[in-house]
């Protein structure tokens, strides 16, 4: 009696075995079953897909231009790109918002929205607005570029010259890159100014004319008489009060000789005037 007690509890501890081992096994292969579909899902299912990039805001530049600069770029930076690919909606930040990004100089703004939901790709761009045009004298034929207020050349322009748009001719740079600004900072946001000014006197610009980088000076011709002598080393906007009241004094006869007929005024002194 005392071995078939000993046999079924015997028995008993074996099935008890098993059936531990059975769950233990059937636990490692649905937590191993879960973490594959939770690998497939987050690497290889549709459902995490880019369905659509969106572009909004150009009106220049194509949106397979745009597309490529912000692909190529956001896809060279990111470490979950890489590792994802860009076809996957998880690479992408929620929200990302670049100013002036230097792998697309015509942009002045990007930005950058997830959609979840609709796996959509949201690129909203402003573009830079021009400001005028730079164009080196030192080539042959000149070679010419869009440039924004901020002074960045931001795309290749045709030659320009007088009235209708700012042109600034460039007689001392030999070669220059889109991106970057024609001047240093300082004397790019004077040269602005100067344009600025020239914009409001109501002159008729024949060019403007930048040749010696050492003496950081403009020389502006007009086709209503006398050339403008400008220095880029102070702020010329005191200036504009000066050619209104000469052309004011000329109207009203008291300006010997008449504007028309002067040979140039000179401002390459802060706050003083010479003219001639």
């Known amino acids: 009696m005392a071995d078939v007690k ?6 008993d501890e074996r099935r008890h075995k098993n059936r531990r081992r059975f769950r233990i096994g059937a636990s490692i292969a649905l937590a191993f079953a879960v973490l594959l579909g939770s690998l497939w899902f987050v690497f290889r299912s549709p459902f995490v897909a880019v369905h659509e990039v969106r572009i909004t805001g150009n009106a220049r530049l194509t949106q397979d231009e745009v597309e490529h600069a912000v692909l190529g ?9 890489r590792t994802l690919g860009l076809g996957h ?5 929620g929200h990302l918002v670049l100013e002036q990004p230097d792998f697309l100089p015509e942009l ?7 959609r979840l939901i609709t796996r959509r790709i949201e690129i909203s761009v402003v573009e830079r607005e021009p400001a005028g045009v730079w164009c080196l004298r030192t080539k042959d034929p000149a070679q010419c570029f869009w440039f924004a207020k901020d002074g960045v050349l931001y795309a290749p322009s045709p030659d320009a010259e007088g ?16 991106g970057k600004t024609a001047l240093p900072a ?10 600025g000014v020239l914009s409001g006197s109501g002159l008729r610009i024949r060019e403007v004319r930048y040749e010696n980088p050492a003496l950081q000076e403009l020389r502006v011709t007009t086709y209503d008489g006398p050339a403008l002598y400008f220095s ?22 008291k300006l010997r000789p008449v504007f028309s007929a002067l040979q140039y005024i000179d401002f390459r002194v802060e ?3 010479y003219y001639q």
């Open 6 to 11: 000993l046999y079924l509890a015997e028995r």
């Open 73 to 81: 770029a956001f896809g060279s930076r990111s470490f979950f790109a």
């Open 89 to 93: 909606v998880l690479a992408w930040p």
């Open 108 to 114: 002045e703004r990007i930005e950058l929205t997830r």
């Open 163 to 178: 009235n209708l748009i700012h042109a600034v001719s460039d007689h001392a740079t030999e070669n220059i890159s889109m």
């Open 186 to 195: 300082d004397e790019m946001r004077r040269l602005m100014e100067v344009l």
């Open 232 to 253: 880029l080393r102070f702020s010329p906007v005191y200036t504009a009060e000066t050619i209104r009241t000469l052309r004011e004094d000329d109207a009203k006869g």
């Open 271 to 273: 706050n003083r005037v």
